[in-house]
């Protein structure tokens, strides 16, 4: 079963993936599809509001934040780890629960970073909004580290996210009963 999707003239097949036995989501996956990532990244940056560096969570939205500093000319970006790496000094980090992964994870990030993120506004960046816990660990971080939310943006907002008027999504993506009908 798939889901057609239409990102402001661009169509993708999403297929629905089951997360338990009466609740389907759409995979949305930008990995390796470059067209979808450089429309979404301009799409966003034409809602964005003023910032001063971007910040997204590993992993899915890596690809999005990275061509959305590449189309804005950033020379900065910033992406919260899952998890502290040898190299981070002085880690700041939260505990999220996904959707799409069911468990706790942690997102980190270190004071090399939060010295850039201190005392500037933040916006934040993720692939799909759905229950709100991951960009919420982000404004956590963000706030933590001395930075101020700029604004939240996701490609798609998922299910009762749609009616979220904190982030600025592009589209609304519907959650599905195991039959592939629309919740």
């Known amino acids: 079963m798939n889901y057609e999707i239409d990102l402001a003239g661009l169509k993708r097949e999403l297929p629905l993936c089951k997360v338990t036995d009466d609740l389907y989501i ?3 996956v930008m ?30 939205a890596i690809p999005l934040v990275y061509e ?5 000319g950033a020379e900065k970006y910033f992406i919260a780890r899952k998890g502290a790496k040898a190299y981070m000094q002085g880690v700041f980090e939260v505990e999220v629960r996904s959707i799409t992964t069911m468990h706790i994870q942690k997102l980190v990030i270190d004071e090399a970073d939060a010295r850039f993120i201190n005392g500037k ?3 934040i960046i993720d692939d799909v909004i759905s229950t709100g816990e991951s960009l919420n660990a982000m404004e956590t971080l963000v706030k933590k580290a001395g930075g101020t939310v700029a604004g939240k943006m996701a490609v798609l907002a ?26």
């Open 26 to 28: 759409g995979a949305f």
């Open 31 to 60: 990995f390796g599809d470059v067209e979808l990532t450089v429309h979404c990244a301009k799409m966003l940056l034409e809602k964005a509001p003023e910032y001063d560096y971007l910040i997204a969570p590993e992993a899915k």
């Open 68 to 72: 959305m500093a590449r189309q804005s």
């Open 121 to 123: 506004r933040m916006l």
């Open 158 to 183: 998922e299910g009762d996210a749609k009616n979220r008027d904190d982030i600025i999504t592009l589209a609304h993506l519907p959650v599905f009963n195991k039959d592939g009908s629309v919740i």
